[in-house]
């Protein structure tokens, strides 16, 4: 096998197992807070708000850990920063299986900002594709990378609907700690047969102020902050309607975990199948007009979705699988073209910026939560469709303008 493939086979692996843990936990969370076990329990005015800081508390250690490992990876290498992530990931769901056990949710808390300032390994796995990839290849591989996300989502909720299952009479908590020791696995893994990289910039000097700058990287770099702008305003559309929908699916449907775990399988599952076609997409339509495309669909789902009644709950499900794979296209499009706008020695600078920018969007997605869900539950995905149309605004606004450079057309 070609020494290119083999390490985007064993990237993917690597990304399928630890998004499985994300997979397995977020169908958990209402439960937690919202269902019959009610884990964590306070004042009715106080619930919303605590489910709320439980969700963005991990995206805020994202915000924070991201840049940094990005930034690590490029003076130290690819490699090792995926096993020192995946180790101290498998050592926050052991304390969050703890604090479960314990009700303690100052723990809980504790551990879900560990979990997020070392789930880097995904934008090292990505730096890492585009060290290896050509210009011409670097979507379609990249589409690799996101398809194994996806399918890692589709793994992790089926098995956190199928250990959680009542006839097993399992505490909520063993599927977590499943999560924490597939990390482990994943980790062996990826120490004995990814082979090792060269750093990219081995004489990068770290300090803090250096840290600081990384973390607002999308911002504050000229040649990337009007696209990252865009890529900002999408994940947070896209994180209100993920971290939304559940509490969406059970105050309107009643569903259990297992129905909500199912709920993400096939998301994950729809996005999967996509990519059979994915290669064929992008070589026909460039990233900006896939971008636009993908985004109104995402946009229009989360609208219909709200509007969906009892007798027909199963356009849910239709739905939300179409706009898990047109959130995927609009996530490969713009983070393709962000790459393409620096050096190959900043890819680990990039994509660590990309991941507090994605930490950022979902920190304030989860915290608008907490409080919109209070007024309606249906508010996140109204929210949620909004950000994708302005994401599309001030894309076409930039283009107009002509703040991107060699940022693509809308014909090929």
Not at 133 to 153: D, H, Q
Not at 380 to 401: A, D, E, K, Q, T
Request: charged share 10%.
């Amino acid at each position: 096998m070609d020494r290119n493939k083999l390490i985007i086979l064993l990237l993917f692996l690597t990304i399928v197992i630890d998004i499985m843990g994300v997979g397995i936990i977020i169908p958990l969370m209402p439960d937690l807070f919202f269902g019959n076990k009610l884990i964590f329990q306070f004042d009715n005015n106080l619930q919303f708000l605590a489910y709320g800081l439980a969700m963005a508390i991990w995206p805020l250690g994202l915000v924070l850990g991201a840049p940094i490992i990005g930034e690590l990876s490029d003076k130290f290498g690819r490699k090792k920063l995926i096993i020192l992530s995946l180790v101290f990931t498998a050592i926050s769901y052991f304390i969050i299986a703890l604090s479960i056990e314990t009700k303690n949710f100052y723990l809980f808390i504790f551990a879900r900002l560990l979990g997020g300032i070392f789930a880097g390994s995904f934008e090292v796995a990505q730096a890492y594709t585009v060290d290896i990839s050509s210009s011409g290849e670097r979507a379609k591989n990249m589409g690799y990378i996101i398809i194994a996300a996806n399918l890692g989502t589709i793994i992790g909720p089926i098995l956190s609907g199928i250990i959680n299952d009542p006839m097993y009479n399992l505490p909520i908590y063993t599927v977590i700690l499943l999560a924490g020791i597939l990390s482990i696995i994943n980790a062996c893994l990826v120490k004995l047969f990814l082979s090792v990289d060269q750093p990219k910039f081995p004489s990068l000097k770290i300090s803090l102020l250096h840290c600081l700058k990384t973390i607002f990287f999308l911002f504050s770099d000229k040649r990337v902050n009007a696209l990252g702008l865009v890529f900002i305003l999408m994940q947070l559309g896209y994180g209100l309607f993920y971290l939304g929908v559940p509490v969406f699916l059970q105050m309107k449907f009643d569903y259990s975990v297992q129905f909500i775990s199912f709920y993400f399988a096939v998301m994950g599952i729809a996005v999967v199948l996509f990519a059979f076609f994915q290669e064929y997409l992008f070589k026909a339509l460039s990233e900006v007009k896939l971008y636009i495309i993908s985004s109104i669909i995402c946009s229009i789902s989360f609208l219909v979705i709200t509007q969906v009644t009892s007798n027909y709950f199963y356009l849910t499900w239709i739905l939300g699988a179409l706009s898990s794979v047109s959130q995927l296209i609009a996530y490969t499009s713009s983070i393709t073209l962000l790459s393409k706008k620096v050096s190959e020695k900043e890819q680990g600078k990039l994509m660590g910026g990309a991941g507090a920018g994605f930490g950022l969007a979902w920190f304030i997605s989860s915290l608008m939560i907490g409080k919109i869900s209070e007024v309606s539950i249906k508010l996140p995905l109204y929210y949620g469709s909004v950000f994708f149309i302005l994401s599309i605004l001030f894309l076409c606004l930039f283009r107009y303008f002509k703040q991107f450079n060699n940022f693509g057309t809308f014909k090929k």
